[in-house]
């Protein structure tokens, strides 16, 4: 081997052992250029796919998510329209260099929480940025029961110092895609999303990773006053409303409990059209 080749192939041992965890990937280093004369050639972007090695990793099963309703993974027709909404949202947040979206509704059982974890899928589907899903809603937690996964620590802990953020992220087995569940739940919601110590979670987890998208699910607008304490530490929130169920009375109370709060937009929910 030349002294050349064995010069370049230290330096990419050594960049790859630099890549922090969520952007480490196997062959995400290319192989150095071969000498060409004429024109440039052409780079090729691969696909980031993290190697998690301190993340918890946990197989879900596709049956069990389809089942949820979790239609990221269940059909191409509903992956497109999930496609396009992404890019929505990305066009209007990206613009400023915004990378945190709250997902709440007016009221329980609109599908807030669904829409959050399909959301979270898609944009994962990028090739280009990784996404930590959030499960901000203390008092009625449910994203571990739509991906199957068993309850245990999570933000809670975080925020009353019983646990580092890193030590209870969850890979729910899906390229770019990173879930911090709520943790055992708590009645005082209110006061904890309120805390300095919850501000100080909110900014590592945003300035960790630059490139990183985070969606957070949080409790319903009309029933408490979580969603109304986390909308002020937000870039960016979308409320979702359900067909023939939400009331214009409701999503002008929304819209009067967050004045002045980033709302880019709502989402039309169970739609039969």
């Given at each position: 081997m030349?002294?050349?080749?064995k ?12 890549i ?10 290319p192989?150095?250029?071969k ?6 050639p052409?780079v090729?972007q691969k696909?980031?796919k993290?190697i998690?090695?301190t993340?918890k990793?946990?197989q879900?099963d596709?049956?069990?998510l389809?089942?949820?309703k ?6 191409e027709?509903a992956?497109d ?13 990206t613009e400023?260099g915004r990378?945190t979206?709250?997902?709440t509704s007016a009221?329980?059982?609109?599908g807030?929480?669904?829409t959050?974890?399909n959301?979270?899928i898609?944009f994962?589907?990028q090739f280009n ?8 809603d203390?008092?009625?937690p449910?994203?571990?029961?739509y ?12 925020i009353?110092g019983?646990?580092e ?10 390229d770019?895609?990173v879930?911090?569940q709520?943790?055992h739940?708590?009645?005082?919601s209110s006061?904890?999303?309120?805390s300095?110590?919850m501000?100080?979670?909110?900014k590592?987890?945003k300035?960790?990773y630059p490139?990183?998208f985070?969606?957070?699910?949080s409790?319903?607008?009309l029933?408490s006053a979580?969603p ?10 979308i409320?979702?409303v ?5 009331t214009?009375?409701d999503?002008?109370r929304v819209?009067e409990l967050?004045p002045n709060?980033?709302i880019?937009g709502?989402?039309?929910n169970?739609?039969?059209?």
């Amino acid at each position: 081997m030349s002294k050349l080749r064995k010069a370049l192939e230290k330096a990419k041992e050594a960049r790859g052992d630099q890549i922090p965890e969520h952007l480490q990937s196997a062959g995400s280093v290319p192989p150095p250029a071969k000498a060409l004369t004429g024109a440039m050639p052409q780079v090729i972007q691969k696909p980031l796919k993290p190697i998690y090695t301190t993340t918890k990793v946990v197989q879900c099963d596709t049956i069990f998510l389809r089942k949820n309703k979790v239609i990221s993974v269940c059909t191409e027709d509903a992956a497109d329209h999930l496609k396009m909404l992404r890019s929505q949202i990305i066009n209007r947040m990206t613009e400023e260099g915004r990378n945190t979206l709250l997902v709440t509704s007016a009221n329980p059982g609109e599908g807030k929480t669904l829409t959050a974890i399909n959301l979270a899928i898609s944009f994962s589907q990028q090739f280009n940025r990784t996404v930590l899903l959030v499960d901000g809603d203390i008092k009625k937690p449910s994203i571990h029961k739509y991906l199957g996964l068993e309850e245990g620590p999570g933000l809670t802990e975080c925020i009353l110092g019983k646990a580092e953020v890193a030590d209870v992220l969850i890979n729910p087995g899906m390229d770019r895609l990173v879930v911090l569940q709520s943790g055992h739940p708590r009645t005082n919601s209110s006061e904890m999303l309120g805390s300095p110590s919850m501000k100080t979670i909110l900014k590592e987890i945003k300035e960790r990773y630059p490139d990183r998208f985070i969606i957070f699910d949080s409790a319903p607008v009309l029933t408490s006053a979580d969603p109304i304490i986390f909308s002020g530490l937000m870039d960016a929130i979308i409320i979702v409303v359900e067909a023939e169920k939400t009331t214009q009375e409701d999503i002008k109370r929304v819209f009067e409990l967050m004045p002045n709060r980033p709302i880019i937009g709502t989402i039309f929910n169970k739609s039969l059209d």
